[in-house]
């Protein structure tokens, strides 16, 4: 579930079941990386959905200092590790930033944030459910069906699930301005403040007090609206 790339295949990926092996050949592995800041750390996802990752995501909620968002670049992967990291992403209300491209099992974790941003010219990409051949079948049509239904209980508008339920898995919709004014997307990153007190090692002269939960008027004024040219 992802973006085309060229699928020769270890004969050893076989043996992954149909309905989560969704890998592509040449896949990077999710590299994660930490970055600290004033009221929690930004977590970095970066590269392709494997087994074992939910596992190794969990172990970054488990420590002391809590994740306040995660910043996402990828391809994406395995649907079940995917869908575990989207499931606990919006059980802790975590917040979720598109640096870049994010498709197929990473658009369902930027789905599942408490708060969407994106950088300008991020680019959210979905489409329905493939087996390890890149083709459908009754059970990647029951997938399908299973993360559309998931998806409106996280109130993904009708227009943004029936883009991903009607685009063949060998193919790539990006959501449009339209779409992301419907899911509430701000134009911006969160974490610019976080990096900058990362790095400039004074915490308490740009931390101050802690944002409100609640949307800021900055937000508000830089959230996409509708109407502008999309895919």
Do not use: W
């Not at 990647?140 to 559309?148: F, H, N």
């Not at 610019?192 to 740009?206: C, E, F, L, P, Q």
Request: net charge positive; with cysteine; charged share 25%.
């Amino acid at each position: 579930m992802r973006r085309r790339r060229d699928r020769s295949k270890p004969a050893t990926a076989l043996v992954l079941n149909i309905a989560i092996a969704l890998f592509a050949p040449n896949c990077v592995a999710m590299e994660f990386s930490r970055v600290p800041g004033c009221f929690g750390d930004v977590l970095k996802l970066r590269g392709d959905l494997r087994d074992g990752d939910f596992v190794h995501f969990r172990g970054y909620l488990g420590t002391e200092r809590r994740i306040a968002g995660l910043d996402l670049d990828s391809d994406g992967g395995s649907l079940s590790e995917g869908f575990r990291i989207a499931m606990l992403v919006h059980q802790k209300q975590i917040a979720t930033y598109v640096s870049g491209e994010c498709d197929s099992a990473c658009a369902f974790i930027f789905l599942a944030g408490a708060k969407r941003y994106v950088a300008p010219d991020a680019k959210i990409g979905v489409h329905s459910v493939s087996n390890m051949h890149g083709n459908e079948d009754t059970g990647t049509l029951r997938d399908t069906i299973k993360l559309a239904r998931l998806s409106a209980k996280l109130r993904v508008p009708p227009s943004v699930i029936g883009k991903m339920v009607m685009t063949p898995p060998g193919k790539m919709a990006y959501l449009n301005r339209e779409e992301l004014a419907l899911l509430k997307v701000v134009e911006r990153n969160p974490f610019d403040r976080v990096a900058r007190t990362a790095t400039s090692g004074s915490k308490g002269s740009i931390c101050g007090a802690e944002p409100s939960k609640s949307a800021s008027e900055e937000e508000r004024s830089t959230r996409i609206t509708a109407g502008s040219k999309g895919s």
